[in-house]
């Protein structure tokens, strides 16, 4: 066979639904020689990244790490933990990722008691409140950020309806870390999964997840095994945690120092400051798309900052403009998924993408391009 050729790889700038791009120190930290994973100076990043991941999630949860897997790893480390066959759980869909929880709920045996919104709209506080009310949820499970519609749940009032029937809240917060308003301990989040690759801007392949001392006290009083080997926090914890690390599997370690840099860049942006540059580049995206004649698909007040949900203007074709996007400008915009397949673009201004040259650039070239 022919030894394909040196990689050369397009400099794309990420505008899609992540990842998003890198800082060029997090991609320094990433090309750092390898060393062991249970090397005392590992142990000491795994710390400094627990450490900060409590910073960025508001929260003094001890049991916060990151799980050596992407976003969806988070959400099925979070699902499988909680839950045992025969419990039910209310799952709030509105969107792809709802839909993904209901489908891990089942697969762990559990039940999951759906609750649907339209696609595009935020779940109805009542709604939830009602489906709480038909069963006994050991958990209530939302998405924060749905990527897939472009829509930000407020999470106060369901944390609360959660609390109310002694269940569990969890929160899918992939999209909305680092890029939004995110308060784990004073939500009373209890257990949340987010990823890297969004708007922290560090590589996908890692899941920060935290659990608070509720959620520590289901883990502690499960009955049953947890289906997942790799996945079971009795004995990932160990290797998170305490003062004897064992080998329990072999940590990313190039992802993890790269992680470590990308937190150390929010806390030095601060992350209110932070959230106000994801809110102003969006509004300067918003003004610019409304002017070519985007309009949309959520309500102002539900709108996410990080990532924009667009109906194309009549006229203009998805895949062709994309795939044009794409080869000639080198921007890369996500298509619309389920319903909205070929109707929306989904624009990400995340992490570092979310910057006035990412806008200006897309929107530029939109010009030319509609
Ligand atoms: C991206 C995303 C996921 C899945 O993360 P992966 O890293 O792709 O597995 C889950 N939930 C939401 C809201 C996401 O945006």
């Excluded at 569990?168 to 009373?188: H, I, N, P, Q």
């Excluded at 790799?230 to 160990?238: Q, T």
């Excluded at 918003?286 to 309009?295: N, P, S, V």
């Excluded at 994309?322 to 070929?342: C, T």
């Amino acid at each position: 066979m022919n030894i394909p050729s040196e990689l050369n790889i397009s400099r794309r700038m990420l505008m899609g639904p992540g990842p998003s791009d890198m800082h060029p120190r997090v991609l320094k930290a990433m090309s750092t020689p390898l060393i062991g994973h249970l090397d005392p100076e590992f142990v000491r990043v795994m710390d400094e990244v627990k450490e900060m991941l409590q910073q960025t999630l508001k929260t003094s949860n001890a049991l916060t790490i990151p799980v050596s897997a992407p976003g969806s790893a988070g959400m099925e480390t979070c699902l499988i933990n909680l839950l045992e066959p025969g419990d039910e759980a209310v799952i709030c869909v509105n969107g792809v990722f709802g839909g993904r929880m209901a489908e891990v709920v089942e697969r762990c045996g559990a039940k999951a008691i759906v609750v649907e919104a339209p696609w595009g709209e935020p779940m109805a506080c009542e709604d939830v409140r009602n489906a709480v009310a038909t069963c006994a949820p050991k958990l209530v499970a939302v998405v924060h950020a749905e990527t897939s519609t472009g829509v930000l749940q407020p999470l106060e009032e369901i944390g609360q309806i959660a609390r109310d029937a002694n269940a569990l809240f969890v929160v899918d917060a992939v999209t909305s870390f680092c890029g939004c308003d995110l308060r784990v301990d004073e939500w009373g989040i209890d257990a949340l999964y987010s990823g890297t690759q969004k708007c922290l801007s560090a590589p996908p392949g890692i899941s920060p997840v935290t659990f608070s001392d509720r959620a520590v006290d289901v883990l502690a009083s499960r009955k049953t095994k947890v289906q997942s080997w790799f996945l079971d926090l009795s004995m990932l914890r160990n290797y998170w945690e305490g003062a004897k690390r064992t080998y329990h599997h072999t940590a990313p370690v190039s992802n993890v120092f790269a992680l470590r840099a990308a937190l150390r860049l929010v806390l030095e942006e601060g992350l209110e400051e932070r959230f106000a540059r994801h809110r102003e580049n969006g509004e300067l995206l918003r003004d610019g798309l409304e002017d070519l004649g985007f309009t949309y698909l959520v309500a102002p007040e539900f709108r996410l900052p990080m990532l924009h949900a667009v109906k194309l203007p009549d006229g203009l074709d998805d895949a062709s403009v994309r795939m044009r996007l794409l080869n000639e400008y080198n921007i890369e915009v996500g298509a619309g998924l389920g319903p909205f397949a070929g109707k929306i673009w989904r624009i990400g201004l995340m992490g570092e993408s979310s910057s006035p040259n990412h806008v200006n650039a897309l929107l530029g070239a939109l010009k030319v391009l509609c």
